[in-house]
T-cell receptor, first 110, second 114 residues
Framework: GDSVTQMEGPVTLSEEAFLTINCTYT??????LFWYVQYPGEGLQLLLK?????DKGSNKGFEATYRKETTSFHLEKGSVQVSDSAVYFC?????????FGPGTRLSVLP | SAVISQKPSRDICQRGTSLTIQCQVD?????MFWYRQQPGQSLTLIAT?????????ESGFVIDKFPISRPNLTFSTLTVSNMSPEDSSIYLC???????????FGPGTRLTVL
């Protein structure tokens, strides 16, 4: 079945550092790909999405590119802030299933 | 997007009791989903709730433990029955919107069972 794998956390960075959170997926079709963010004490918010190969999703300085050849959707941000501290979930949807990765906790230190 | 509210936002309950969680959506949706997020873990789908029919439960979840109601297209409830400390989790409802099946989540209900 479909699956999503993320890099294990926690990830700890200093403010203004570059962020990469790796995500790879396994799917039989052509899924849509998503990144969700969960801030402390809150529910999940959709951060960005990409719906076909080579699409780049972006929001709030975060970016991720749908790479079909490597089945990846890595999340990047050029300069993280303390307010970006949260848990990040990679996910896919193939019209029948919605599959979440295990989540990666990010802590940004001032 | 979708505006989703949940009640209660958190609760502390005694072992053996039951808690009903409400989920309200700002507009009509066909399917609503209930997830459990155990401490430090990812989301696990409990069931899918369609209006006018029985909920569809995922492996490991049963109706007697997690009865669900879906009386109309904007509302659903999940009951956690005969609770034990292992039921301490965040319970989230969600809906799907858009052609690409984006999921939108409520703020969650944080349940602690003593």
């Amino acid at each position: 079945g479909d699956s999503v794998t993320q890099m294990e956390g926690p990830v700890t960075l200093s403010e203004e550092a570059f962020l990469t959170i790796n995500c790879t997926y396994t799917a039989t079709g052509y899924p849509s790909l998503f990144w969700y963010v969960q801030y402390p004490g809150e529910g999940l918010q959709l951060l960005l999405k990409a719906t076909k190969a080579d699409d780049k999703g972006s929001n709030k300085g975060f970016e991720a590119t749908y790479r079909k050849e490597t089945t990846s959707f890595h999340l990047e941000k050029g300069s993280v802030q303390v307010s970006d501290s949260a848990v990040y979930f990679c996910a896919l949807s193939d019209q029948e299933n919605f599959v979440f990765g295990p989540g990666t906790r990010l802590s940004v230190l001032p | 997007s979708a505006v989703i509210s949940q009640k209660p936002s958190r609760d502390i309950c005694q072992r053996g009791t039951s808690l009903t969680i409400q989920c309200q959506v700002d507009s009509q949706v066909t399917m609503m989903f209930w997830y459990r997020q155990q401490p430090g873990q990812s989301l696990t789908l409990i069931a899918t709730a369609n209006q006018g029919s029985e909920a569809t439960y995922e492996s490991g979840f049963v109706i007697d433990k997690f009865p669900i109601s879906r009386p109309n297209l904007t509302f659903s409830t999940l009951t956690v029955s005969n609770m034990s400390p292992e039921d301490s989790s965040i319970y989230l409802c969600s809906v799907v919107r858009g052609f690409y099946n984006e999921q939108f989540f409520g703020p969650g209900t944080r349940l602690t069972v003593l």
